[in-house]
């Protein structure tokens, strides 16, 4: 899918560029070329790519690192750098900002997909993160539910427990600001409330380096605490609920690594294009950071799948199939 960017007050919807399929054997290299291949084509047109936007697959996340330079290296990258190319020489001076001064085109971590894996990790029965000496788990919301009236915080057990866990809207409702106030009335909920709150301001740019800078705090922390310690407060903090079939390593305490260098990288091309709109290298327009995300190639593949039919149990398509679906 391609998003123009516009001055007109309203966006341009997107359209869809290309489709093809695959049995799932590509590595980040092959994503790496296809992207520089799109880069070139539209540059020979003399449209400029600004950058791509994907869910937190694997495979697509290394491709971002190593395309940025992000804690990732390939010494055959090197040619997609020329006079094309962004450069934001101030940044290099930063102790705290890893990304490459010099980028051909940006990536971002689709920011639902981002907040869906942070709840997900709340719900994960296998995991007990801790923030200090409090635990950070679904149990303070289950307790919040039981013992304050929905009036006070607007949310029910299936938003905290939901059959479909990619729902982007109960992230939403257990993030909110009614919850969090509520939460702040009951006992030891500090570190979940901080969690929260992280989660629904991760995509301001303000709020996206408080988010950044808190999570390495934390896992610095988790890193330099022993692995006995922090199992004996997790075992003596509130609701810690039963260890067993949980992770043995000290990854339980903290996000997942795809997640925390999702938000890592969100937070670092958010401030790269802000730059980038100071140096007047981009207009203002690209500032519309809602408008990098890959739900609307998801909505509209969602809904070729269910054009065949209420009473066809074939969901799946080919390539071709889906072409002739998504014009109409």
Not at 136 to 159: A, C, E
Not at 211 to 219: G, K, P, V
């Amino acid at each position: 899918m391609i998003q123009p960017l516009s001055s007109r007050a309203i966006d341009l919807p997107p359209y869809l560029l290309a489709s093809y399929g695959t049995d799932s054997r590509y590595t980040s290299n092959d994503i790496i070329s296809r992207w520089k291949n799109i880069f070139e084509k539209f540059r020979e047109k003399h449209i400029k790519v600004l950058g791509y936007s994907i869910d937190c697959d694997s495979k697509y996340l290394r491709a971002m690192r190593v395309i940025t330079g992000f804690f990732a290296k390939s010494i055959n990258r090197n040619d997609l750098f020329g006079d094309h190319a962004f450069v934001i020489a101030s940044c290099s001076q930063w102790i705290w900002f890893y990304l490459r001064p010099k980028q051909s085109f940006l990536c971002l971590q689709d920011p639902t997909h981002l907040i869906t894996k942070l709840r997900n990790r709340l719900l994960s029965s296998k995991t007990s993160m801790m923030f200090g000496s409090e635990s950070i788990n679904i149990r303070f919301l289950l307790q919040l539910i039981k013992d304050f009236s929905k009036l006070d915080h607007g949310s029910v057990k299936s938003d905290v427990v939901p059959k479909d866990r990619q729902n982007y809207s109960f992230c939403i409702k257990i993030s909110s600001d009614c919850v969090v106030q509520t939460l702040e009335k009951m006992q030891n909920t500090r570190a979940i409330c901080i969690y929260l709150k992280n989660v629904e301001h991760i995509n301001r740019l303000y709020y996206a380096w408080l988010c950044t800078f808190l999570c390495r705090l934390w896992l610095s922390w988790i890193q330099s605490t022993p692995i006995n310690t922090l199992d004996r407060d997790e075992s003596q903090s509130v609701y810690s609920g039963s260890s067993k079939g949980r992770d043995k390593s000290k990854q339980k305490f903290f996000i997942t690594n795809p997640a925390f260098l999702s938000i890592e990288m969100n937070t670092h091309t958010m401030t790269y294009i802000t730059l980038l709109v100071i140096n007047n290298q981009l207009p203002t327009e690209a500032l519309r950071i809602w408008l990098f995300s890959s739900q609307t190639y998801e909505c509209m593949f969602r809904t070729a799948r269910s054009m065949s039919g209420p009473f066809s149990p074939i969901v799946n398509c080919s390539v071709a199939q889906f072409l002739r679906r998504a014009e109409k």
